[in-house]
Each structure stands twice: as structure tokens, then as C-alpha cells.
């Protein structure tokens, strides 16, 4: 008997990517995970880029959750092995009930693991050993309440958190870099573990890895995190140098 064949490039590992149309961080943060034969391909749930407010975050939030089966569909005929869930918000909402529901709903559509970044941030806290946080994310106070309630709920204690209130998808990608450095600094405290960044079009996946350098202690962004997760709970124990001290020791 002789095996199956294998993916040319894709020969260890292929794993969907789904994300907002309007996100333009996760996938090159994800493709900065580099690691020999593993993949990563995106799925886009279709949504648009109108002006976010508290009055209107809750209907923001619903149509990204309406698009994830549909972009799901899109990504899996590539024959992926695992699925990286990339809406963070969604991975948050309605605590950690809610969003194991989420992931065995989805597994249940894909036919494969789902990695989501409220699970994966946990996991990855776990692994350095921290237990008290602050929290940088792009959202809107309803956003950080689910944030902060989700990660509680999971048994970390949050001593601090910072929302930006971006005023629309694509605005999150437009904070600089320069900022997400201040903002987490700024956080930074001797009373906590570790920092945290969410917000998968929040581009602070280079910066997580300089400033955790600087400060010697782990820095926890979404999109490294749900990268590491997919691997490791593949089997992929390969380390990866310049990306986060998550991805080099753990």
C-alpha cells in the first residue's frame, strides 16, 4: 500500500485562515509563520467597511457571524487539515460557554480542529505561566466587556484594559505600529504576568515580539498565538525564531 499523495507545498501541514474581507493583518501576519511544509489559506466572510459606534457594534458583530459558515465553505475545498477561526471578537462573545459552542459548531461544518484566539490566547498564557494581564484591543466598550468577562471567566485576572474604539474595520489596520508599542508600554506594570493583545486586524504581531524583548516578559498577540495553536495541536513542534518568544521556547 503506498500513501496518499501529499500537497506539493502544503505536505505537513494546510490550515484555513477565515477573517473579515476588510482584514488586511491577519494573513500576512499568519504567512510570517513560516514553517516548512505547512500552509495557510484564507477565507474572507464578507462584510463592509461602514463607521462603527456604540449604538451600532452589536449589528457589526452579527453580520461578521452570519459570513464565518459561508467563507468557511470557500476555504475547506482546499483541503485543509485545521481552521483558525481569525474573528477575535467573535471568539470572545458570550463567554467561554458560548464560545465552545462556537467552535464545535464550526467543527462540526468544517469536518476538521477549529483554533479560536480567545482559546488560543488562554492556551498560550497557560504555557508562559501568567495569570495576571492587561489588555490592549481596537474595540468599542461592549467589545472589551465581552473581552475582559471571556478571559475572567477563564481564570485570569485582568488588571488593566485598553480599548482603542477604532471607528471602523479597516481604521484597525490603520493604527501604527508606533502606537500599539505606546499603548502596550503603557500597560505594563510590575503587577502584571503578562500583556495581550487582540484584535486580529490589529497589526502588533512585530511589535509583540520587540517590545517582549524590552520589557522580558511574554507579550500575547492574536494572530501569533492562534498560529502556534494550530501548529502544536498538530503535532508541529517546530520552533520559530523572531516572531515571539511563544513560538521559540514553547
Known sequence: MTDAPKDALGWRLKVGVVMPSTNTIVQPETDAVRVPGVTWHTGRIPITNRKISSDNFLDHVAAMRAGIETATDQVKTAGIDCLIMAVALEAFWGGVAQSRKLREGLEAH????????????????????????AVLTPHMPKGDVEVRGWLEESGFAVAR??????????????????????????????????????????????????????????????????????????????????????????
Open 110 to 133: 468544517a469536518g476538521v480542529p477549529v483554533i479560536l484566539g480567545s482559546e488560543a490566547v488562554a492556551d498560550a498564557l497557560t504555557a508562559v505561566g501568567a495569570r495576571t494581564i
Open 161 to 250: 484594559l485598553k480599548g482603542l474604539e477604532c471607528s471602523s474595520p479597516r481604521a484597525i489596520a490603520e493604527v501604527p505600529q508606533d502606537t500599539i508599542r505606546a499603548e502596550l508600554r503603557a500597560l505594563d506594570g510590575e503587577d502584571v504576568d503578562a500583556l495581550v493583545q487582540v484584535g486580529t486586524n490589529l497589526a502588533g504581531a512585530a511589535v509583540a515580539a520587540e517590545l517582549e524583548r524590552e520589557i522580558a516578559k511574554p507579550v500575547i498577540q492574536i494572530n501569533t498565538v492562534s498560529a502556534w495553536a494550530a501548529l502544536r495541536r498538530s503535532g508541529i513542534d517546530d520552533k520559530v525564531e523572531g516572531r515571539g518568544l511563544i513560538l521559540e521556547r514553547h
